[in-house]
């Protein structure tokens, strides 16, 4: 798998982030600012993820998705892993990332990581999305922060 820096956006790359976020919107107001970071396999867009320089020092994994199709493969671990090491290479001191309080595999993985859990933002979700978002049956209403010293 090949990871590189990506410096726009297409409307395949856009497919993907918005498996991560439901609002393009959202996505339009982070992703300029940040650094997007795409994965192929066999030349075709398989992954994705967007690191936002956020205070000092500290760095956000903001999004990441895997093409649905090749999920459960470990293409994820890889790129969380990439950003990682990105960001060390970038001197930034602190990774963080936040996720749903319903998004259950993902808090597996960020943990597998090496992420720990710093916080709750209560209601994040409820108060920045319009409609309301469930997986696995919950209701997704606040975000999980996570962090990682590097
Ligand atoms: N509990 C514990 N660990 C779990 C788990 C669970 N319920 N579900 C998955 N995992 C673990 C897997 O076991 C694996 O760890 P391992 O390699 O040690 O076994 C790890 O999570 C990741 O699996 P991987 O195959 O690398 O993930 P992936 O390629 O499917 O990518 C996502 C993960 C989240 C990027 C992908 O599912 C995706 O794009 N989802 C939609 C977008 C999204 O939700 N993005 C994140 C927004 S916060």
Redesign the pocket.
Do not use: H
């Given at each position: 798998m090949n990871i590189e820096r990506l410096h726009s956006i297409s409307p395949d790359a856009m497919d993907l982030l918005l498996?991560?976020d439901p609002s393009e919107e959202v996505i339009h107001s982070y992703v300029h600012r940040g650094f997007c970071y795409a994965a192929y396999l066999n030349e075709s867009l398989t992954g994705i993820y967007v690191l936002l320089p956020t205070r000092p020092q500290t760095i956000e994994l903001v999004?990441?998705?895997?093409d649905d199709k090749?999920?459960?493969?470990?293409?994820?671990?890889?790129?969380v892993l990439h950003a990682i090491e990105e960001s060390r290479k970038l001197h930034y001191h602190t990774i963080e990332i936040g996720?749903?309080n319903s998004?259950?595999?993902?808090l597996?993985?960020y943990q597998?990581c090496g992420f720990r859990i710093t916080g709750i933002d209560h209601d994040f979700f409820t108060r920045h999305y319009s409609e309301p978002i469930f997986e696995n049956g919950i209701q997704c209403r606040d975000m999980i922060r996570l962090s990682m010293d590097l």
């Open positions: 498996l991560a999004n990441i998705a895997v090749c999920q459960g493969q470990g293409i994820g671990k890889k790129l996720t749903g998004s259950l595999p993902q597996g993985l597998k």
